[in-house]
């Protein structure tokens, strides 16, 4: 049976976050639109108050894409990737991946980054299956909404679980860089935690976890 290696996307395959390099592509592409973020600073003071990741990135998302029919973000997604693939990737991630590929490992990006962009770099990248945190649209245009939890932290254990019951008996290897990671790196086979802060190396080496710097 092969196994599943699960590879989260920002700060792990990626040398640094997408989202907000995508939302300001799309505002580049639209500086219209820079009003709408007029709301940014209650919604940043907000976040510092409930620490809700998905609220926070569903309200800049909802500012900056809402709105936008499914055409305008696929054309947005692909100016984006297409201009910065090149250097948007860790070669030694990218090495791991094409290594679990060759071995015949079922591979699956989980990320929390959102389903308007995720789903194109695992196509390109030739995974076998992309989770990542769904929006919500209102028919052809988008609406910004998360239609999922946002897949972080508890979350990507339960979706770690959910990938288990389905390849009943596959071993698991996953790869993550945060803090965040660590519950369900700890809960695989092979959990790694690369490009780790200091105080996610330290909380991986409290449950035994080993590291790896990909640069």
């Known amino acids: 049976m092969r196994g599943i290696a699960v590879f989260d996307l920002d700060g792990t395959l990626t040398r640094h976050d997408t989202l907000v390099p995508y939302l300001g592509a799309a505002l580049g592409r639209r500086p ?88 194109e770099i695992g196509a390109r990248l030739g995974v076998n299956e992309v989770i990542c ?6 028919g052809d245009y988008l609406d910004g909404a998360l239609a999922t939890p946002n897949r972080r932290g508890p979350e990507k254990t ?32 092979a959990g790694v935690l690369v490009n780790g802060s200091r105080e996610a190396r330290h909380l991986a080496a409290s449950v035994g976890l080993p590291t790896l710097d990909w640069i």
Request: hydrophobic share 45%.
């Open 158 to 189: 339960r979706c770690i679980e959910e990938l288990r019951a389905r390849h009943p008996g596959a071993r698991i290897a996953a790869y993550g860089n945060a803090g965040s990671d660590i519950d369900h790196l700890a809960r695989v086979e």
């Open 32 to 119: 219209g639109r820079a009003w709408r973020l007029w709301r940014a600073p209650a919604a940043i003071l907000d976040f510092a108050v409930r620490r809700d990741h998905g609220r926070l990135k569903s309200r800049l998302i909802r500012a900056l894409l809402g709105g936008l029919s499914r055409s305008d973000i696929a054309d947005l997604t692909r100016r984006f990737l297409d201009r910065h693939w090149a250097r948007l990737f860790h070669p030694a991630a990218l090495a791991a991946l094409e290594a679990h590929g060759r071995a015949g490992d079922y591979l699956v990006i989980l990320s929390a980054s959102t389903d308007n962009y995720v789903p």
């Open 133 to 138: 945190t769904e929006l919500v649209w209102a």
